[in-house]
């Protein structure tokens, strides 16, 4: 069984920065597509981004030219920046992992208010 951690949420002013960092517990995360979703209250998950074996990266409209995913293999680590937030941003963010089958974490809090 896949176990994702995610760290890295929190409580953030409208325009600011927060990182969030998801790591995976398998010997063979280099295979795994990656990906960040996000539920809001009241709405369904949404996928934010995923980030493939090879690199590749896809961003939801609402959030491109604002988060970026990247990954790092020899940590099992892949990391959400999330940089001119809006309200609207505002959700649980959960990282998910695919190879085979889909692995999820238990999400982290992103609340962005003044």
């Known amino acids: 069984q896949v176990q994702l951690v995610e760290s890295g949420g929190g409580l953030v002013e409208p325009g600011g920065s927060l990182r969030l960092s998801c790591r995976v517990s398998?010997?063979?995360?280099?295979?795994?597509?990656m990906g960040w979703c996000r539920q809001a209250p009241g709405k369904q998950r949404e996928l934010v981004a995923t980030?493939?074996?090879?690199?590749?990266?896809n961003y939801a409209d609402s959030v491109k030219g604002r988060f970026t995913i990247s990954r790092d293999n020899g940590k099992n680590t892949v990391y959400l920046q999330m940089n001119s937030l809006k309200p609207e941003d505002t959700a649980v963010y959960y990282c998910?992992?695919?190879?085979?089958?889909?692995?999820w974490g238990k999400g982290t809090m992103v609340t962005v208010s003044s």
């Open positions: 398998t010997n063979r995360f280099s295979l795994y597509t």
């Open positions: 980030i493939n074996s090879g690199g590749g990266t």
């Open positions: 998910r992992a695919t190879y085979v089958t889909t692995s």
